[in-house]
C-alpha cells in the first residue's frame, strides 16, 4: 500500500495563492493516479483535480478551472496542488488519494473508487 501526507494548508485571503503539497511513500508512486478532493464542513468529498500516472492527463472541477494546477513529480513521489485567486468557497480540509487506475480510464475522480487516502490539510479563505 502508499501512505500519503498532505501539507502546505493555512489561512490566507481571498485571491491568494497556496501550494499543497502531498507526499508519497511505500509502493511505487507512478504506478498510481492521484487526486486531490475537497470537504467543505457538512459537505460531502468532491475531486478538484486529479492526475494520470504519468501526469499526462488531468482533470479539473468547474470551479476551479483556470485557477488550479495539479501536477506531479514522480522522482519526488510528490503530488502539488497549486491554488490562485482563492476564494472563501475554496475553503475545507484538502485530501489527496491514490488509486491504481483499471478499466482503461486514468483518471477517478470518485472518492469511493480512490483506495488510499491522507490525513488531510485545512484551508481557509477569508473574505
Known amino acids: 500500500q502508499v501512505q500519503l501526507v498532505e501539507s502546505g494548508g493555512g489561512l490566507v485571503q481571498a485571491g491568494d495563492s497556496l501550494r499543497l503539497s502531498c507526499a508519497a511513500s511505500?509502493?511505487?508512486?507512478?504506478?498510481?493516479?492521484m487526486g486531490w478532493f475537497r470537504q467543505a464542513p457538512g459537505k460531502v468529498r468532491l475531486c478538484v483535480a486529479a492526475i494520470s500516472r504519468s501526469g499526462g492527463s488531468t482533470y479539473y472541477a468547474d470551479s476551479v478551472k483556470g485557477r488550479f494546477t495539479i501536477s506531479r513529480d514522480n522522482g519526488k513521489n510528490t503530488v502539488y496542488l497549486q491554488m490562485s485567486s482563492l476564494k472563501p468557497e475554496d475553503t475545507g480540509v484538502y485530501y489527496c488519494a491514490a488509486i491504481i487506475p483499471y478499466g482503461g480510464i486514468s483518471l477517478r475522480t470518485s472518492a469511493s473508487e480512490y483506495d488510499y487516502w491522507g490525513q488531510g490539510t485545512q484551508v481557509t479563505v477569508s473574505s
Open positions: 511505500g509502493r511505487t508512486f507512478s504506478n498510481y493516479a
